[in-house]
């Protein structure tokens, strides 16, 4: 057995490939070797750190040290100082932005407190399928300790001191939905849990059903004992089968051990949970829509008041919360109301998980304290943007969100400030756009998607929107004219003052958010008849530069549609007539003898 | 299952299933139990996470290992799925991405085996609340 009493872990994430890190591994594995130390010491490529600022980065263990922006130069250092000697390299070390120290040992270093797993704490770290895993990490505790120990007012206090919010984006205070359900008087009352997840490009309220579904059952029966409640639903979409499959495990297992049921822990509550199936119409998120489902009846919203809390599920007193939300109050119950507190802003308190998708490079799930900025999460925990390419924007709160610019890059994450800069929270999607996505194609892909999920019952929803689409699309052609701009504007003020529920209301906003923020996008394509981003291919033109095409015939070979001619060793052409701008002649030619315009 | 009929109960079921992973984790013995936890989330599955788990009970059975190998939920790296979480006795858990079968030779060849780093580790980028 080769016994390694070192390793230096290496950055492979594209960040710190782009700064040389390969480099750096070939020249550290010759120096190991030309010193006779192949069998002490292992040099290993790991994937990304996450702090692709400071790259590329080396870790060294067992000794933890961890060294920033290392260039191909300093590896002699590190070799003769470090490995041979025993000493760290000092000027590599990373320095505390805030207490100007140098820090040696990675594990005292800010940038391992920037994500803290609250809400993912056991995901993917126990068996979702085996309720001893979760018992073993304090599961079912909370709720013992609330039935054995505290009143159900004394829930609700500590449930309103955490400060917790709702995750599916609106932000109500928890507590406070938990109390006004309570203080409804009615013989029967339901929690329901709002696994309805719809928002493009957001998958957590999935994950930590597929990770850890009992934190939720375990939540439900919590919120249940508070608001006087013995039958919990979940509202999940059918086309979640994983989760469903887990979720059903989950309450098997938990029935059978007696901590869903009846007089659960010998306290004489009782609570039954069952799963209520969506055929995932977006609009079904909404609280109202949700309940109408749920009874058996279309999915359409209603007005509120009354709220659910009122008069929900079959017209009984119903309190609905987020998967995520109901994910959080087990360990708020555990560790505190003031742990808990402690975490985030004033106004937004503990952590949010989010979903990087897009041009991002660590697509994924990260959660995150209240108030992170935007940079911290793309470019320290994200790994920046793929292929290196320059970050335009980033989509949060789905399509009734806005897009949030490099201005918005350094405001700490939370409801308000989020709002505030002209997006929302929402449910917690990110979705990272680079320089070469096109911000009309970008609205014109959710009101895409609006579309398809608008019920119709609303005049402003069901037209309007078809025509802020039909503009949109007349745009991307180039065919857009002076005045649609406004056009677009002012039809989507009127839409969000008429439409009927919070589907129609919001379905505008990604074209006034890309309006306010990329306004000579619309106008490069409404004016010169160009795409900035070269996306929209109506807009594009691929030219042969005579001088530089050398006559190979690569692309008179590769075209897929015979637009192109020319004889051997002679300068092409392109028919424009028959070009489909599919761009295989731009990508095939060795000449760079090909335009795009 | 026998129900658990309250909150005493609980937590001397909580006891055992902590001293049985706490076994888990501290053998002593020399012929260790190895413990791989595979991310089986949508994503996970999605690339092949389910061959992958049964492609590393396969070959540990084969070299004769004494291991447990489990599924887990989503680790968060889904840009790097099918993910493998390796744990040595005595040693952190170290995770391992982007996993096909060729990985898994590697990673029992050397990682398991011998106790070599192998490329492709994910490093840990997050507090959990218990530190």
């Known amino acids: 057995m080769t016994d390694y009493k ?116 056991n995901c993917g770290f ?84 597929e990770g850890d579904p009992h934190s939720v059952l375990e939540a439900m029966a ?12 979940v509202y999940i979409r059918a086309e979640y089968p994983l989760a469903i499959q887990r979720l059903k495990i989950a309450i098997k297992q ?16 009782n609570f039954h949970i069952e799963l209520r199936y969506g055929a995932g119409a977006f609009v079904c998120g909404e609280e109202t829509a949700l309940i109408h489902s749920m009874e058996g009846l279309r999915g359409e919203p209603t007005f509120k008041p009354p709220f659910p809390s009122v008069s929900g599920y079959m017209g009984k007193p119903t309190n609905v919360n987020n998967v995520e939300t109901f994910a959080n109050i087990p360990v708020i119950l555990n560790k505190g109301a003031e742990w808990f507190s402690k975490i985030g802003t004033e106004k937004s308190k503990g952590t949010k998980v989010f979903a990087l998708a897009g041009k991002i490079n660590n697509v994924g799930l990260i959660e995150v304290p209240m108030g992170t900025t935007l ?61 070469s996505d096109c911000m009309v194609s970008i609205a014109k892909f959710y009101l895409d998607f609006t579309l398809e999920e608008s019920c119709g019952k609303c005049t402003p929803c069901r037209v309007g929107n078809k025509r802020l689409y039909e503009l949109l699309d007349k745009i991307t052609q180039g065919k857009g004219e002076e005045q649609d701009i406004e056009k677009l504007k002012d039809l989507s003020v009127v839409i969000k003052d008429t439409a009927l529920c919070g589907l129609g209301q919001t379905s505008p906003n990604p074209v006034l958010s890309t309006i306010s923020n990329f306004e000579h996008e619309y106008k490069a394509h409404v004016h010169d008849g160009k795409c900035p ?29 015979g637009a192109i001619s020319g004889e051997r060793r002679a300068p092409h052409f392109i028919d424009q007539t028959l070009c489909i701008k599919c761009g295989v002649c731009f990508e095939k030619c060795k000449f760079n003898a090909i335009t795009l315009t | 299952m026998t ?53 590393f009970v396969e070959e540990l059975e084969q070299e004769a290992i004494d291991a447990v190998v489990t599924q887990t939920g989503c680790m968060g790296y889904c840009y790097a799925e099918p993910t493998v979480e390796v744990k040595l006795p ?42």
């Open chain 1, 6 to 121: 070192m390793h230096l872990l290496i950055c492979g994430g594209t960040g710190c490939k782009a700064s040389e890190s390969d480099e750096i591994k070939n020249r550290l594995n010759q120096l190991i070797s030309d010193f006779g130390l192949a069998d002490e010491v292992q040099v290993v490529l790991t994937g990304c750190f996450g702090f692709c600022e400071k790259g590329p980065i080396i870790k060294v263990l067992p000794d933890n040290t961890f060294y920033v922006q290392v260039t191909p130069n300093d590896v002699v250092e590190i070799m003769e100082e470090h490995i041979v000697k025993g000493r760290p390299v000092k000027r590599l070390l990373y320095t505390d932005p805030n207490s100007a120290e140098q820090i040696s040992d990675s594990k005292g270093m800010d940038f391992y407190k920037k994500q803290i797993r609250i809400a993912l704490k």
């Open chain 1, 533 to 561: 981003a070269g996306q929209c291919k109506s807009l594009l033109r691929y030219d042969i530069v005579e001088d530089l095409c050398t006559g190979c015939t690569l692309c008179f070979r590769n075209c897929p549609v």
């Open chain 2, 90 to 131: 005595g040693k952190e858990p170290l995770v391992f991405g982007h996993v096909n079968k060729e990985k898994v030779h590697e990673i029992i060849d050397k990682y398991i085996k011998r106790g070599e780093l192998v490329d492709g580790i994910i490093p840990v980028s997050f507090k959990t609340i218990d530190d």
């Open chain 1, 126 to 209: 126990i068996n979702p399928e085996n309720i001893d895993e979760y018992i073993a990490r304090d599961g079912y505790q909370a709720l013992g300790k609330c039935l054995t120990e505290l009143t159900p007012e004394e829930v609700i206090k500590e449930v309103k001191d955490s400060g917790l919010r709702g995750r599916g984006g609106g932000g109500f205070p928890t507590g406070l939905k938990w109390e006004i359900t309570k203080n409804v008087e009615n013989d029967q009352k339901y929690v329901v849990c709002n696994a309805d997840e719809g928002d493009p490009g957001a998958f957590m309220d999935r994950s930590i059903l």
């Open chain 2, 3 to 55: 129900k658990i009929k309250s909150l005493a109960d609980l937590r001397k079921i909580k006891e055992e299933a902590q001293s049985r992973i706490k076994l888990r984790e501290n053998s002593t013995n020399p012929d260790q139990v190895v413990q791989v936890k595979v991310g089986m989330a949508t994503c996970g599955i999605a690339s092949g996470a389910k061959e992958i788990m049964k492609y």
């Open chain 1, 254 to 269: 938990a029935e059978e051990y007696g901590l869903i049921g009846d007089d659960i822990l010998g306290t004489g509550f």
């Open chain 1, 222 to 233: 919590i919120c249940g004992y508070c608001i006087g409640a013995d039958k919990g639903l």
């Open chain 1, 375 to 435: 940079r911290e999460v793309i470019y320290d925990i994200g790994g920046g943007i793929k292929d290196g390419k320059e970050f335009k924007a980033v989509q949060t709160g789905g399509p009734s969100g806005g897009c949030l610019t490099k201005d918005s890059l350094d405001i700490p994450i939370d409801y308000d400030n989020l709002l505030a800069s002209g997006s929302m929270m929402g449910s917690g999607g990110m979705i990272v756009m680079d320089e």
